[in-house]
């Protein structure tokens, strides 16, 4: 045990030292790794950042049936009771908003106060609001029963309210993608930096790994300092690239808070948890050990 752990002190310490010895190299390494690796840190934070906004998406879809202007309200509130029988299983409720209710539901926003004001009268409709069970297959029966409602009497238009969140969820979907693929190309230069890193390593001691071969070392024993040095590279590369990721964020979160202050509410960009943060950097160095192993077994082979 005590002569394992001799080992892997000698070789840390080699490693350590073969790094010292080239700082510019092994700085230029670094940088490009961690700038690498910021990339997906910080569209995994966007990503994780989305998703609450997300989940909070009612999950009941709607339809806004828009009436014809001049309709009258009895005969719209009968509309609404005609809906409820007649599609009674797909229809969780039934609610008729007059176009003077949903006017001063808009004057309430801040927003549209200004705007509304110096209008000549009410330009809003009368309209059907009708929430749909959220059923299975229930985006193609919504759009199944939108289109039949647009041809109803006294109906103008019909709005699926749900619309713009399948396309979210569609959206986060595709980010979801596109973070796998970045990961797979930010892995794919690890390998690559780190393989020639070890290459160069292992052609500058050729000679003293041929020496320690005749004196009896193991491939185990050759091989051990370059896997430190590969895991070194890998862990402090993934240390930088979070400190790059963290300081990327705070101009973003300010222009972030500057725009959603215009929409009254607050919304920021965070980095992953610590947890997956920990994962990510055990993976990297680990993926870098293994660059360096496969590399120092190509190039020492004489």
Not at 68 to 84: I, Q
Not at 210 to 231: D, I, K, M, N
Not at 270 to 297: E, G, K, Q, W, Y
């Amino acid at each position: 045990m005590r002569r394992t752990l001799r080992h892997h002190r000698y070789a840390l310490r080699v490693a350590l030292g073969r790094l010292a010895q080239h700082p510019f190299s092994t700085l230029a390494n670094v940088l490009v790794i961690s700038l690498t690796l910021a990339l997906p840190i910080i569209a995994a934070s966007i990503l994780v950042s989305v998703q609450p906004v997300a989940r909070d998406i009612p999950v009941s879809p709607e339809a806004t049936l828009l009436i014809r202007p001049g309709t009258d309200m009895s005969a719209t509130r009968e509309l609404a009771r005609r809906l409820e029988q007649e599609h009674g299983e797909h229809i969780a409720s039934v609610r008729v908003v007059p176009r003077d209710e949903a006017l001063e539901t808009m004057k309430q926003n801040p927003a549209w106060t200004d705007a509304l004001s110096v209008l000549p009268d009410n330009p809003l409709p009368d309209a059907i609001v009708v929430t749909l069970r959220d059923l299975p297959e229930m985006a193609q029966e919504a759009a199944r029963l939108a289109t039949l409602w647009r041809q109803l009497d006294n109906v103008d238009a019909v709005q699926l309210d749900r619309d713009w969140v399948r396309r979210l969820e569609a959206l986060l979907h595709a980010a979801r993608v596109g973070l796998g693929l970045l990961a797979v190309g930010v892995a794919l230069v690890v390998l690559a930096t780190v393989f020639n890193t070890v290459r160069m390593q292992a052609l500058t001691q050729r000679e003293e790994i041929g020496v320690a071969r005749l004196v009896g070392a193991t491939e185990s024993f050759v091989r051990r300092p370059f896997l430190y040095l590969g895991g070194l590279t890998g862990l402090v590369s993934s240390i930088l690239a979070i400190g790059l990721a963290r300081a990327a964020l705070a101009p973003l979160n300010e222009a972030l808070a500057r725009l959603s202050s215009t929409y009254g509410t607050e919304f920021t960009l965070h980095l992953p948890d610590a947890l997956s943060l920990l994962l990510a950097t055990i993976f990297v160095a680990i993926l870098a050990a293994l660059s360096a192993r496969l590399s120092v077994t190509r190039n020492t082979q004489f």
